[in-house]
């Protein structure tokens, strides 16, 4: 079995017409059905009502509206058919509090170019098999910013994945590399869906 | 210790989970091996001109550098700085998806050095000058790929001129709570 991306919708906004046309054809490479485009965030917002795409690739520099402000209305703007789409914000920047800011627009993940079609595809396959719980606090809503647990215990995990994904190692060691795995697995719900402060970024 | 004091939690956040809605409509397994190479292939095939993109955001670091040059000590340094700050970065981003991984370094070493700077003085527009000169040379000489010896030599050159500006110009430690 593989993904059946032709079953999904993607909107990328992008203000560059080169790196705008790259990324629909990786997408389309991938098998993606359905790939809109927007050359700023005014128009990709006015795209995202029209067609509520499962998925949102923007680029962070764009004038008149940027990447981070499009984050910002899709996920506040009383207008948006889907406050809990996915977003990949895609930026030059990697520098720490680069990716601090994206991430408190409310940016579900951070996608550095240049990058390669491996990349792209681990973003996707993470947001697919690791989503975020979503926050709504007094001052924020989007898409947890705490993800890895935290511990103490610094030993050998020997039995991390008893309970996930126990059946995909028997798998894997039969196969011979057909598929290639999301670059995570995914996390106990019991940790996602707790308010402890167990978890953090 | 215990969290919060013992004391009652006032502004909770509210916790969502939201239905995948995606994995329902894409199923499991990932893809292939070869649709990844497929897709890398279609990535490293593409034939855009780097060349015009790459003289707008050499235009832009070129304005910024105008901008420091002009700057007088009431203007804002870090409107000044992300001026030749934000080109550089669409360089950085671009040059490495068209072909260019060695125009890529270099804006990455410019980036390093323009996020850290102090204020956009006199030598450092010099050494802004100086990597604005090499990426144009790379991009005109058509030297796609990482320019073998000759391209570590320009980037070892480059980082040395920026080291020799933090060793005249040390930064001021931060005060307690500032971003660093």
Redesign the interface.
């Known amino acids: 079995m593989a993904y059946e991306f032709q079953n999904i919708s993607i909107l990328v906004v992008e203000d560059n017409q080169p790196m705008l046309t790259l990324a629909k054809g990786l997408l389309q490479s991938f098998g993606v059905g359905t790939v809109f485009t927007a050359k700023d965030g005014e128009e990709g917002f006015r795209i995202f009502c029209r067609e509520n795409p499962d998925m949102v690739i923007a680029d962070w520099m764009m004038k008149p509206m940027d990447g981070i402000s499009l984050t910002r209305r899709i996920r506040n703007d009383p207008s948006s058919p889907n406050q809990f789409v996915p977003v990949i914000l895609m930026t030059g920047f990697s520098e720490r509090r680069r990716v601090i800011q994206a991430r408190d627009s409310g940016v579900t993940e951070f996608l550095v170019k240049p990058f390669n079609a491996r990349d792209l595809y681990r973003r996707i396959a993470q947001i697919i098999e690791r989503p975020r719980q979503f926050v709504r606090s007094e001052d924020f809503f989007g898409p947890d910013r705490r993800r890895k647990p935290k511990t103490e215990y610094t030993g050998p995990e020997r039995r991390a994945n008893r309970e996930e994904g126990g059946e995909e190692r028997r798998g894997a060691a039969k196969a011979t590399k057909p598929f290639v795995p999301p670059s995570a697995a995914p996390l106990p719900p019991d940790i996602r869906s707790t308010d402890s402060g167990k978890t953090e970024e | 210790m215990t969290?919060h004091y013992n004391q009652t939690p006032r502004?909770?956040?509210?916790?969502?989970?939201?239905p995948?809605?995606?994995?329902a409509?894409?199923?499991?397994?990932?893809?292939?091996?070869e649709?990844?190479d497929?897709?890398?292939q279609?990535?490293e095939n593409?034939t855009?001109d780097f060349l015009p993109?790459a003289e707008m955001y050499l235009d832009g670091v070129t304005k910024g550098i105008e901008l420091a040059k002009d700057a007088g000590p009431a203007d804002d340094a870090e409107y000044t700085i992300a001026t030749m700050l934000?080109p550089a970065?669409?360089?950085?981003?671009?040059?490495?998806?068209?072909h260019y991984?060695l125009v890529?370094d270099i804006?990455d070493r410019l980036?390093q050095f323009l996020?850290v700077i102090e204020a956009p003085d006199i030598e450092a527009v010099e050494i802004v000058l100086a990597f604005h000169t090499t990426i144009r040379a790379v991009v005109h000489g058509r030297i796609t790929g990482d320019g073998g010896k000759h391209g570590k030599e320009l980037l070892a050159a480059l980082n040395d001129a920026c080291i020799r500006y933090f060793e005249k110009h040390p930064s001021t430690p931060l005060e307690m709570g500032e971003?660093?």
């Open positions: 969290d502004r909770n956040a509210e916790f969502i989970k939201p995948n809605l995606l994995k409509k894409v199923g499991s397994g990932g893809l292939s091996e649709i990844l497929k897709a890398q279609f990535l593409n855009v993109l934000y970065m669409q360089l950085k981003a671009n040059g490495g998806m068209f991984p890529t804006a980036i996020e971003e660093g």
